[in-house]
């Protein structure tokens, strides 16, 4: 053998040495909580329970397999007699943590996981209004609102997957925060060392302690990637293309494919079964209709994606556009794999025999062959022409304080929906949307510059028509319970929350004249509230007709001055963000003789502030607690 050619093999096997000596090292410390506290991960860093006089500690069904259970005999979870466990492990100057977490109660202050270092570094805590915490110090700060990833909008008695990633970068670090595998937040701040513990539940003496149930405990010496922290949260299944539409009596296709990071490869055949449902619209996989297929991954094909071809049964009855299920139900003799959550694929059936609905009218009607008959038409008037008069009986009480819902109650439906606006009903007195116009003069629902965060497609307003955009789906981007919503018009937003709400249009682009021609035709220009931080663009409306509802959107300083040249515009009230807003400047803008709405509020102590001074309308993603705590005024 020649000397080069034994070089070269020597490099080879060192490298594999050292990829797999990382692979192999990556996962330091893993609690399963399998009725005890052993680590998994082979390097025998066990946890050690530390009993409270007055804490409770068991081990029950948990999100995998079983979970550690942590309470308090007093009634006061946030006791500092709790029980908690206690790690002996250094965290590195890079790494993960990510758990499960069953939240029990709220309260401020419950501690999930500290370190020894201090009582007010490296801590996650959550506080009694669900918003969930994570700081390497005080600069270094992330958070998320639980409530608004929870199933049922609160967050109590509900399972969260939560990770946090550090990196230390000279004499700073760099956070992340995960909540159920989305990346929620990022932030940097001085680095501080940590200490030689980790607990959970509490443990440092300057700590509430945390009660509730914690399972499958993981430290990484690496910042996970956010597809590896979306692995951890989802479990394991991957979905190509992730959303799927199709007509009836047409057939289409998806790949179904094991994700996993390289150290988590299964360990026996993993059987993936699909269930339809409902079941009667579709065939998988030639089989017969609504019968469930399964598909099997076996030792070697593990990572290679599997097809499933589906059949959509025609009909010729109008059964309306139809979402079906794919349910995903996975098993396994590898126990990782066995105790998966099952995860869904949301497949919309267009039906081909639909009419134009009980009005006469079909969003979708590219063609514009449904219009609202006469009718149909005189229906909509005479509940519209309860509510002409502010104040009237049948209409909001506008002395109170405005609840405005954000984009639509934003935190449970896509922002700037129909959907979202259905679902402020109820709650906000207003719905504020955003409103943009397209290359062929459509004004059209749309926050961002760009069509990419909120839709399934690419570009801007502007360089592309109503058609383009009215073919994108503006819903499964946030839950696959909306696959299919649309991009609205301004026109249609507009009456959809008409008569019981007032439509408040926020504008982002487009002339002046755009927007009253289209309030002049549907005769309703003095029934909805226009807002724009461009205020030339309000004092053109304003010019057009002085009647208008118009505010002022702005931040930063509002003092006399800015009153003034606001008030000049012709705008009727001030919409501010609540940044830095204080008692003085509300009480400013009062004495000035105008109102002041504030934004995007979401934080219950900050909206029972601003109450209390007496700002004139609150704008919120959630106007459902917004609601609770004026009720409660």
């Not at 009634?75 to 100057?93: C, E, I, R």
């Not at 409902?278 to 996989?285: D, G, K, R």
Request: charged share 20%; net charge negative; aromatic share 10%.
């Amino acid at each position: 053998m020649s000397n080069k050619l034994s070089c070269c093999l020597i490099l080879v096997l060192l490298v594999t040495l050292m990829i797999c000596a990382r692979v192999d090292a990556v996962l330091q410390v893993h609690l399963e909580m399998e009725n005890n506290l052993s680590d998994s991960a082979g390097t025998a860093d066990d946890g050690t329970m530390v009993d409270g006089s007055l804490g409770t500690h068991g081990y029950v069904t948990g999100r995998i397999g079983q979970a550690l259970e942590l309470g308090n005999l007093s009634g006061d979870p946030g006791s500092t007699q709790n029980d908690y466990v206690s790690l002996d492990y250094v965290l590195a100057d890079e790494g993960s943590v990510s758990f499960w977490f069953y939240t029990d109660a709220m309260y401020d202050y419950q501690t999930l996981f500290d370190n020894s270092v201090d009582a007010n570094d490296w801590e996650m805590w959550i506080y009694s209004d669900a918003r969930l915490r994570f700081r390497v110090q005080d600069t270094a700060i992330v958070t998320c609102n639980l409530n608004t990833k929870a199933d049922d909008g609160t967050a109590e008695d509900e399972w969260f997957h939560i990770a946090v990633t550090w990196e230390k970068d000279g004499t700073n670090v760099n956070i992340q925060l995960f909540v159920n595998g989305e990346l929620i937040e990022q932030n940097s701040g001085p680095w501080v060392a940590p200490g030689s513990q980790v607990y959970l539940g509490g443990g440092n003496s300057g700590n509430d302690a945390g009660t509730g149930l914690w399972d499958d405990f993981r430290i990484y010496d690496h910042p996970l990637a956010e597809s590896e922290v979306k692995w951890l949260a989802l479990r394991g299944l991957s979905f190509d293309p992730v959303e799927l539409e199709t007509d009836e009596g047409d057939s289409t296709s998806y790949e179904v494919v094991l994700d996993y990071p390289p150290a988590e490869v299964p360990t026996d055949d993993v059987l993936v079964t699909i269930i339809p449902n409902p079941s009667q619209y579709v065939s998988l996989n030639s089989q017969g209709t609504g019968q469930n297929i399964t598909l099997t991954f076996e030792s070697g094909s593990y990572d290679i994606p599997q097809t499933v071809q589906f059949q959509c049964i025609d009909d010729s009855e109008d059964n309306d556009n139809q979402i079906i299920e794919l349910i995903h139900h996975t098993s396994s003799n590898d126990s990782d794999w066995n105790i998966l959550t099952d995860q869904t694929l949301s497949l919309l059936i267009y039906d081909d025999d639909i009419g134009c609905g009980d009005w006469g009218y079909f969003p979708a009607d590219l063609d514009r062959n449904c219009y609202v008959n006469l009718v149909d038409f005189s229906m909509f008037a005479q509940q519209w022409l309860t509510c002409t008069v502010p104040n009237g009986q049948d209409c909001l009480n506008l002395n109170k304080i405005k609840i405005v819902a954000h984009r639509g109650y934003s935190a449970i439906a896509p922002e700037n929906t129909i959907a979202s606006s259905n679902a402020a009903r109820g709650f906000a007195h207003m719905v504020e949307f955003d409103v943009r116009p397209t290359s062929d003069g459509q004004l059209i629902l749309m926050h961002d510059t760009t069509v990419d965060r909120t839709t399934d497609g690419t570009g801007t307003p502007p360089s592309m028509t109503f058609a383009q955009i009215r073919a994108l789906d503006a819903g499964s981007w946030f839950s696959s319970e909306f696959t299919g919503e649309l991009v609205p018009l301004m026109s249609e937003a507009i009456l959809a929350v008409l008569p019981d709400m007032i439509p408040c249009i926020e504008r982002k682009d487009g002339t002046a004249q755009q927007y009253y021609d289209i309030l002049q035709a549907l005769r309703i220009k003095y029934d909805v509230v226009i807002i724009a931080f461009n205020w030339s663009f309000l004092a053109d409306l304003n010019a057009l007709d002085p009647k208008l509802k118009l505010g002022a959107l702005g931040s930063g300083t509002l003092n006399s001055s800015t009153i003034a040249t606001i008030k000049a515009s012709g705008a009727d009230f001030i919409d501010w963000s609540h940044s830095g807003i204080t008692a003085t400047e509300v009480d400013l803008v009062h004495a000035e003789d105008m109102e002041l709405f504030l934004w995007t509020i979401n934080d219950s102590a900050r909206m029972q502030e601003l109450i209390d001074w007496g700002v004139d309308g609150i704008t919120t993603d959630n106007p459902a607690l917004l609601q609770e705590l004026l009720e409660s005024y």
